[in-house]
């Protein structure tokens, strides 16, 4: 049986304009940036949760940093979407890095964040870039 689930944490649209659709969401929704740069743009939503626009050109690469590696998101076909479900603690995403090595999961990078959180990230049958994360990611976070 695998290790419990928590909430899904963020959701990453990707799109040809970062700053574009952001201001749509802006606009239509009312929401203010917590994050905004050309490539991303992030959105704190409610039951602590992230909404993420990603510039399609910023994610072609797996980016790789002394604290761990973020795999490249997206996939060769379909819209390539990423999510992050929650996880109580480090322990606990240490348990899903054994769950998915049972299973015959890739396991595509691990990344420790500056603020103490802790993620590891998969992929699914449809390429789609899945990440089991902890507190500590994002200021919201």
């Not at 959105?43 to 590696?69: E, H, Q, W, Y």
């Not at 996939?75 to 390539?80: D, I, N, P, V």
């Not at 990440?131 to 990611?137: D, L, P, Q, S």
Request: hydrophobic content about 35%; charged content about 20%; overall charge negative.
């Amino acid at each position: 049986m695998p290790p419990k689930l928590g909430q899904i944490v963020e959701t990453i649209l990707y799109t040809s304009d970062a700053q574009k659709l952001a201001s749509w969401y802006t606009s239509i929704f009312s929401l203010t940036p917590f994050l905004s740069t050309p490539t991303v743009v992030g959105f704190s939503l409610p039951n602590n949760t992230i909404l993420l626009l990603f510039s399609r050109s910023s994610t072609t690469a797996d980016k790789v940093f002394p604290s761990g590696t973020i795999p490249k998101h997206g996939c060769e076909t379909g819209l390539g979407q990423h999510m992050a479900f929650a996880c109580k603690d480090r322990e606990e995403v240490e348990e899903w890095e054994a769950w998915f090595e049972e299973n015959g999961v890739e396991v595509l990078g691990k990344m420790e964040w500056e603020r103490g959180g802790r993620s590891v990230y998969v992929r699914d049958w449809e390429g789609h870039v899945i990440k089991v994360t902890t507190r500590g990611v994002w200021e919201v976070y």
